[in-house]
């Protein structure tokens, strides 16, 4: 809202300068008629003047979208380390076989920081993930159906991340979505008969 009213501000000087040379250069005109020099260095000034509101307006623009950008980079690191550290969560569970209560404890945590940072389709996939994940998990371990059942899921749930991190390059590459998602789906197919 503050570049708003500063980009305004600019605007208006802007106009000021320009409408207040205009009417100036007429005048100067009229009275000095016998002294050229004096409406060239008037010319100069305001040309001088509408440069420097017109630079500063194009820096304060070009500083908030820099900042925008930084955050965005800030934002996608989270996303991703949060993302990584659920994936790894849910990869220790399956190594050990076994599910104790501080594991959902950390799972509660982790929802929390998904919460924060996950896009509404992950959310959604994410609780379809628990429901087969506490399914799975109901008598605190895990045998290789129960794991798969699991990995499938986390599959699904992978496919909405990875479009919630990188979907705007994946749109514009040579594969389209839906064979990005059935080739991740496959794979995780895959490695789960392996």
């Given at each position: 809202?503050?570049?708003?009213?500063?980009?305004?501000?600019?605007?208006?000087?802007?106009?000021?300068?320009?409408?207040?040379?205009?009417?100036?250069?007429?005048?100067?005109?009229?009275?000095?008629?016998?002294?050229?020099?004096?409406?060239?260095?008037?010319?100069?000034?305001?040309g001088?003047?509408?440069t420097?509101?017109?630079?500063?307006?194009?820096?304060?623009?070009?500083?908030?979208?820099?900042?925008?950008?930084e955050?965005?980079?800030?934002?996608?690191?989270?996303?991703?380390?949060?993302?990584?550290?659920?994936?790894?969560?849910?990869?220790?569970?399956?190594?050990?076989?076994?599910?104790?209560?501080?594991?959902?404890?950390?799972?509660?945590?982790?929802?929390?920081?998904?919460?924060?940072?996950?896009?509404?389709a992950?959310?959604?996939?994410?609780?379809?993930?628990?429901?087969?994940?506490?399914?799975?998990?109901?008598?605190?371990?895990?045998?290789?159906?129960?794991?798969?059942?699991?990995?499938s899921?986390?599959?699904?749930?992978?496919?909405k991340?990875?479009?919630?991190?990188?979907?705007?390059?994946?749109?514009?590459?040579?594969?389209?979505?839906?064979?990005?998602?059935?080739?991740?789906?496959?794979?995780?197919?895959?490695?789960?008969?392996?």
């Amino acid at each position: 809202m503050k570049t708003v009213q500063e980009n305004l501000l600019y605007l208006a000087l802007t106009a000021i300068v320009v409408v207040g040379g205009y009417a100036f250069l007429r005048y100067s005109y009229r009275v000095m008629d016998k002294a050229p020099f004096t409406q060239e260095i008037v010319l100069i000034i305001l040309g001088t003047v509408a440069t420097v509101l017109i630079t500063a307006m194009l820096l304060n623009k070009q500083t908030e979208v820099e900042l925008k950008k930084e955050q965005n980079i800030k934002f996608i690191e989270l996303k991703s380390d949060i993302y990584m550290d659920f994936i790894s969560h849910i990869e220790q569970l399956i190594l050990e076989k076994s599910v104790t209560e501080e594991d959902h404890v950390r799972l509660q945590f982790l929802t929390h920081k998904l919460a924060m940072v996950a896009s509404p389709a992950v959310l959604e996939q994410y609780q379809e993930f628990l429901q087969v994940f506490n399914r799975s998990t109901r008598d605190e371990s895990l045998d290789r159906n129960e794991g798969n059942a699991i990995s499938s899921a986390l599959a699904l749930l992978t496919v909405k991340i990875r479009q919630d991190l990188v979907g705007e390059l994946d749109a514009q590459g040579i594969y389209d979505l839906a064979a990005i998602s059935q080739q991740v789906l496959e794979n995780a197919r895959e490695s789960s008969h392996g």
